[in-house]
Antibody, heavy 121, light 106 residues
Framework: EVHLVESGGDLVQPGGSLRLSCAASGFTFNSYWMHWVRQAPGKGLVWVSRIKTDGTTTTYADSVKGRFTISRDNAKNTMYLRMNSLRAEDTAVYYCAREGVAGLDWYFDLWGRGTLVTVSS | DIQLTQSPSFVSASVGDRVTVTCRASQGISTWLAWYQQKPGKAPNLLIY???SLQSGVPSRFSGSGSGTDFTLTISSLQPEDFATYYC?????????FGQGTKLEI
């Protein structure tokens, strides 16, 4: 069965750093683009970042550009999100998601359960 | 950036009702739209992609339509497990924006 499992969420002070992990299983991880999406408490979904199959291409939302770094280790079937200079507004559940493609169609067809990041003093 | 606006933000309905949720894009996006369902404390679940293609395993009471700027998600006969929040998403167009969500309540 296919799974994505996030970990690494924690309580961190403003200005601090954190690294999230997303462990994949049950599918050929290195064949898929992967994404991070976050959801602040009681709010909607916000796309954060994406990474190409081989890690050579990355893209970020303007709100995290320069502070967050996405990466992956295909040998370990794991994606990461390094978050620096954290702000209160980064408080959210962070989900990893797999990008599926069918012909010209595109979607997030597999999601993890999320990991909570709380930025507070 | 392209914006997505969902309406309504909240809808109250009963089991057996037909419900329609609308998503409007600020500019034409062909059929680059997906719909997700999210239940409290759970991850989103893909329902529809390509504006109208039903994801495998999703009940046929869910359907999507539209192209260009106006899209709809329809649930033909509400079941108890359908009470959740629904999001549209700009598919394959940066920055992959989500709509603000529509909460479907009993």
């Amino acid at each position: 069965e296919v799974h994505l499992v996030e970990s690494g969420g924690d309580l961190v002070q403003p200005g601090g750093s954190l690294r999230l992990s997303c462990a994949a299983s049950g599918f050929t991880f290195n064949s898929y683009w992967m994404h991070w999406v976050r959801q602040a408490p009681g709010k909607g979904l916000v796309w954060v970042s994406r990474i190409k199959t081989d890690g050579t291409t990355t893209t970020y939302a303007d709100s995290v550009k320069g502070r967050f770094t996405i990466s992956r280790d295909n040998a370990k079937n794991t994606m990461y999100l390094r978050m620096n200079s954290l702000r209160a507004e980064d408080t959210a559940v962070y989900y990893c998601a797999r990008e599926g493609v069918a012909g010209l169609d595109w979607y997030f067809d597999l999601w993890g359960r999320g990991t909570l990041v709380t930025v507070s003093s | 950036d392209i914006q997505l606006t969902q309406s309504p933000s909240f809808v109250s309905a009963s089991v057996g009702d037909r419900v329609t949720v609308t998503c409007r894009a600020s500019q034409g996006i062909s059929t680059w739209l997906a719909w997700y369902q999210q239940k409290p404390g759970k991850a989103p679940n893909l329902l529809i992609y390509g504006a109208s293609s039903l994801q495998s395993g999703v009940p046929s009471r869910f359907s999507g339509s539209g192209s260009g700027t106006d899209f709809t998600l329809t649930i033909s006969s509400l079941q108890p497990e359908d009470f959740a929040t629904y999001y549209c998403q700009l598919a394959n167009i940066f920055p992959y924006t989500f709509g603000q969500g529509t909460k479907l309540e009993i």
